[in-house]
């Protein structure tokens, strides 16, 4: 059984500045037509109920109360926090054509609570809309008993059959969502009602205990929301769904902002790992479709944080100062975390002519030099990815794979070994009349400068480098036809490793695949066929490292750099608690996340606001805050 992991449980990471690729397409749209129908949520008047089987007999039912909590007693309800996007999306529906648009369907689907989480520094399990979970025998099956408490936004309750519902609705043919349709019927096989508050969700494979738990904490959808028929996704367009998260969309300008309420009442404030979150009254997201004129806004007070983990280190050093910074009105934060990592790199296509001969990939790697570009480019900041799998949590991680270093000596032998042995009149080496020339493409300029140190010293090598800067459309369909030569992309990672979709022949030597270097391999294939039938972390972790050493082998990618901190900027009356964040943060201020951002720790003090601004007018002083937290850094 290939495993895909669900999107609502996929760990998506800032690139950087980078290029990223999920698991699906992502489409930037600034919005499309239709009227935003706020509040008009029972639109089922008998919606579906299932019938109950006998629950068996024997489970053992766990929860954990006893992790520490990660927010601040002492924070405070209220005020309006104001941040950006960058594009609008096309349709407010989570599911469906266009349902994946962008940084906001990012932000977007972080808001709704899981069944069971992982604590963000321990890694345990922790309760949400499940307060217990028990194991079936055959090592698929989770039990889950829900919280009666629960409620959708509307007021509705969470029931067993809202979980039924989903797999329903995924599968429906009006719903138009391949993706969901193959992974509800290949890789959840069966969702199972006892009573209103107990379920059950069985994989399509067996895994260790949290790993299953991992892929089978399926959400609810709402089935007094959706009617289901031939005017589904034009009718839910611009629909406002309930929601199980603190927030709902309570007003919205297309193409401008979108504005999210928490709710007055919501049910789970009083739930350990959730209180004291969430303390804004309300969330505005501008778009504001430049990095550079965003900054702006937020160094004039308009947005209240600017993420400097997304840009290059330069602004952090270069621009990030001033008055304001000095004079203690705006923060800085460097924060080091615990997180897979994404996988930033050079991938190489193992079909093209020239990059077929694995000397040739070896010596590439060994002629450039990305220590240079980590110390000039990168001011020292970045650190160099070892491996696309580090990070990964449970021990899946290889502890001693290395990156291939710079070493001209190395690519030399490499290079003529691969019968490279000519060399022109500039220094390129020559095979058969033929130059050793390689193209890098690429979508962001930010990666212009340090391909340029990579260029230069290549050189050295007898390799030219061409460098190919592609608009993101252009550069996204050469990955999904595979005809680049080598392209600079950066996957997100996950808790544990998915490898088939990347690395398995069945995905090679075809468009629309994450396969995307066309490794076939018979042997990996083997391992990796092993790895996803493994049902004991033991087994599991043993077969990830022997699979890691193996991609090691090719040379088919090279990896460049990880970023090892978030970054933030700040005005100074956003408050955090006093460990800052924590240990899988990938933003600090984040104010929605529950899945892949850890959100909602901080809080704003209106009375500290004030007393900014005032001082500001004035040209009072508050003492600088520049904060370096290093707690989590993974040496």
Not at 96 to 109: K, V
Not at 173 to 178: L, Q, R
Request: charged fraction near 25%.
């Amino acid at each position: 059984m290939k495993r895909l992991w669900p999107l609502y449980m996929i760990l998506l990471s800032g690139c950087g500045g980078g290029d990223s690729a999920t698991d699906q397409p992502v489409v930037e749209t600034d919005g499309g037509s239709g009227e935003v129908v706020f509040g008009d949520t029972h639109l089922v008047d008998n919606p579906p109920v299932y019938e109950s089987k006998p629950l068996p007999e024997g489970l053992e039912w766990v929860t954990n109360d006893e992790d520490p909590i990660f927010a601040s007693p002492d924070a405070i309800r209220g005020g309006t926090f104001t941040d950006y996007v960058t594009s609008f999306p096309l349709t407010l529906r989570q599911y469906g054509p266009s349902s994946n648009s962008g940084s906001f369907a990012i932000l977007y689907r972080d808001l709704p609570l899981q069944l069971v989480n992982i604590h963000p520094n321990t890694l345990n399990l922790i309760p949400e809309l499940a307060t217990h979970w028990a194991f079936g025998d055959d090592g698929k099956t989770v039990y889950y008993r829900l919280d009666p408490r629960a409620r959708w936004s509307d007021g509705e309750p969470i029931t067993a059959d809202d979980y039924l519902f989903h797999r329903d609705f995924r599968v429906s043919e009006y719903v138009i969502d391949p993706y969901g349709a193959n992974y509800f019927t290949t890789e959840i096989l069966d969702i199972s009602k006892y009573d209103d508050h107990t379920i059950s969700v069985t994989a399509g494979f067996a895994s260790p205990g949290d790993e299953l738990i991992y892929s089978t904490a399926v959400p609810p959808v709402p089935r007094h929301f959706h009617k289901l028929d031939g005017n589904w996704v034009e009718d839910y367009n611009w629909r406002v769904a309930p929601t199980t998260g603190p927030y709902q969309i309570s007003a919205m300008e297309k193409g401008r902002y979108v504005e999210f309420s928490r709710q007055a009442d919501w049910w789970a404030d009083d739930l350990k790992y959730l209180q004291y979150r969430y303390n804004p009254d309300t969330v505005r997201i501008d778009v504001i479709r430049d990095e550079n004129v965003a900054f702006e806004y937020f160094l004039r007070g308009e947005l209240d944080r600017y993420d400097l983990s997304r840009d290059l280190p330069s602004r952090w050093h270069d621009q990030a100062q001033g008055p304001d910074f000095d004079r203690g009105y705006i923060g800085k934060i460097q924060y080091y975390v615990d997180v897979p990592q994404p996988k930033r790199g050079l991938w190489i296509n193992q079909n093209d002519p020239i990059l077929s001969d694995r000397n040739v990939r070896y010596g590439l790697a060994h002629a450039l030099d990305f220590d240079r570009a980590l110390r000039t480019v990168f001011r020292g900041d970045y650190d160099r990815l070892q491996h696309t799998f580090e990070g990964n949590y449970w021990g899946y991680a290889h502890p001693d794979i290395r990156a291939r270093a710079f070493d001209l000596g190395l690519a030399d032998r490499y290079f003529d070994e691969a019968g490279w042995t000519d060399r022109a009149s500039d220094g390129i080496r020559m095979k058969d009349g033929q130059r050793l020339s390689v193209l890098i493409s690429y979508a962001t300029d930010d990666h212009t400068p340090w391909l340029v140190v990579l260029r230069e010293e290549a050189r050295k090598a007898g390799i030219e480098l061409a460098l190919q800067l592609l608009d993101p459309s252009a550069w996204s369909n050469q990955l999904t036809e595979k005809t680049f030569q080598i392209s600079y992309v950066s996957y997100t990672n996950n808790i544990t490793p998915n490898p088939w979709q990347s690395w398995h022949s069945d995905n090679a030597n075809k468009p629309d695949t994450n396969n995307i270097t066309n490794t076939a391999i018979p042997e990996l294939d083997a391992v990796l066929d092993r790895f996803d039938a493994a049902t004991t972390l033991d087994e599991r972790v043993r077969l990830a490292h022997e699979f890691q050493e193996m991609i090691y082998e090719t040379g088919a990618v090279i990896p460049s750099f990880k970023i090892p901190y978030v970054r933030e900027t700040y005005w100074r009356w956003l408050r955090l608690p006093e460990s800052y964040s924590v240990r899988r943060a990938d933003e600090i201020f984040a104010p929605i996340g529950n899945q892949g951002h850890i959100g909602g720790l901080f809080w704003i003090d209106e009375q500290i606001k004030a007393e900014t601004l005032a001082a500001r007018d004035a040209g009072r002083s508050f003492e600088p805050i520049n904060i370096v937290d290093t707690t989590w850094r993974v040496q």
